[in-house]
């Protein structure tokens, strides 16, 4: 498996050799050096190198559990914070699409929420990202769009995985589902009941990342794939849905129910430290 750097300019001849070495070896059975490779590669984010491994999820991987807590008002910065936070919600709006909006309608409605949290010491974050939300509707159905990214300490912000999911096909597809990515039925949608809590839980994109002291890491969640994307100067290729379905009032209710999860990589020596021997 290999997980690289977002990097799409055409033509990728890097894809294009490392895919004729790879069929070369497996098809003609050449000896080209290919069977020698770690079975993993990934690119680390702000270690700006690839790291090897034998499995997925790393072997002595601990697990990283992040609640969602508010900060007051919804439009505000919301926390990420180690134990849940009791009782509480934050809203926020759905609009379709090009939909056509009252003067000042983003004035008195936010179409997101956002939390972050203050990093403190390096780690590196690779494997699973998995997000889990205690929801509510006033609809029978809308769209959840999840993101987290990285704020460096000069407030550089780059992307790091994005999800998504429909609130009425929720439910969890545990025969396809791995020890890394959740699979959802989407064959038999199940309608919201107004202004009751549902679980959802859905897989993000994995990207490895190494986050540093001075660094926040962010987490924005709204209805919209426009809302949340990144420009092309970070080399994600990413695409308008039409989503969601019509207007609705979205919540997001805090508890030990409402977190994102990701696997912590084990320790390793500082990537600073480590080029000084080179």
Same mark, same amino acid.
């Given at each position: 498996? +290999? +997980? /690289? ?69 919804? %439009? ?5 914070? %180690? ?14 699409? /090009?939909?056509?909006?009252?003067? /000042? ?16 010491? @390096? ?15 006033? @609809? ?10 990285? #704020?460096? %300490?000069?407030?550089?912000?780059? +992307? ?20 890394? @990515?959740? %699979? ?5 949608? *199940? ?6 809590? #549902? ?9 490895? #990342? ?44 805090? /508890?030990?129910?409402?977190?994102? *999860? ?10 600073? @430290? ?5």
């Amino acid at each position: 498996m +290999i +997980i /690289g750097p977002p990097a799409y300019d055409l033509p990728a001849y890097h894809w294009q050799l490392e895919a004729l070495a790879f069929f070369d070896h497996l098809i003609y059975g050449a000896d080209n050096g290919y069977a020698s490779q770690a079975r993993v590669r990934y690119w680390v984010e702000g270690a700006d190198a690839y790291r090897s491994a034998s499995s997925w999820p790393l072997p002595g991987s601990k697990s990283l559990r992040l609640h969602l807590a508010s900060n007051g008002a919804d %439009a505000a910065m919301h926390r990420l914070t %180690a134990d849940p936070q009791q009782n509480g919600l934050n809203r926020w709006a759905a609009v379709p699409l /090009g939909a056509i909006l009252c003067a /000042g309608f983003d004035e008195v409605a936010n179409q997101c929420l956002s939390y972050e949290m203050a990093v403190e010491k @390096e780690m590196e974050l690779t494997g699973a990202v998995t997000l889990c939300l205690s929801f509510s509707s006033n @609809e029978i159905d809308s769209h959840v769009v999840a993101r987290t990214g990285l #704020v460096s %300490a000069n407030d550089a912000y780059c +992307i790091l995985s994005m999800g998504a999911i429909r609130p009425a096909c929720r439910r969890i597809d545990t025969a396809r589902s791995t020890t890394t @990515e959740i %699979a959802i039925d989407i064959d038999a949608p *199940e309608p919201l009941v107004p202004g009751v809590p #549902v679980t959802l839980r859905f897989s993000l994109t994995p990207h490895p #990342v190494v986050l540093k002291p001075g660094d926040r890491l962010r987490l924005d969640i709204a209805s919209r794939t426009d809302l949340l994307r990144s420009d092309v100067s970070h080399g994600h290729a990413q695409f308008d849905m039409q989503v969601p379905p019509y207007f609705a009032r979205n919540t997001l209710h805090y /508890g030990p129910g409402s977190f994102i *999860e990701f696997d912590v990589a084990p320790p390793f020596l500082s990537w600073r @430290e480590a080029n000084q021997h080179h």
